[in-house]
């Protein structure tokens, strides 16, 4: 039930879209932008619409691409949670402003990430790599 929403900038990435947390778990960390999806919803239509209510940042769901999904047990605080990530190639920086449960929407250099809350420097590591290779491809 709950997604992820990776943007990264240009290709290959050298930048990476993160969100301040408003609120707990992990209130004022950086993460990635995401949320749980809405009953009825389908999941890549929730990445689209988390992405654009915390970042303002509009994208269809036929753009992003399916990362993976991420269940480790105590992933999140909160209890038992599975997470669909998706990536979002962007050719430059898109202009993001935090919205709804993000404080702040920031792009980051990805050799200069800040700490990140869950599992995200997991998610991330991955769809740094899965973005590598898939320019190289």
């Not at 269809?60 to 949670?81: I, W």
């Not at 402003?97 to 991330?124: E, K, N, T, Y």
């Amino acid at each position: 039930r709950d997604l992820e929403t990776l943007l990264v900038s240009p290709i290959p990435p050298r930048s990476v879209l993160l969100i301040q947390r408003r609120n707990d778990p992990f209130a004022g960390l950086w993460a990635l932008p995401g949320g749980f999806v809405d009953a009825g919803e389908r999941v890549a239509r929730a990445a689209a619409r988390e992405l654009a209510e915390e970042t303002t940042i509009e994208a269809d769901a036929s753009q992003l691409e399916l990362l993976g999904v991420y269940d480790t047990p105590g992933r999140d605080p909160r209890g038992p949670t599975v997470s669909v990530a998706y990536l979002l190639r962007t050719g430059a920086e898109l202009e993001a402003r935090g919205g709804d449960d993000a404080r702040v929407a920031r792009w980051f250099a990805v050799d200069a990430l800040p700490a990140l809350a869950f599992d995200h420097p997991l998610v991330l590591a991955e769809a740094l790599s899965f973005a590598a290779h898939a320019q190289r491809s």
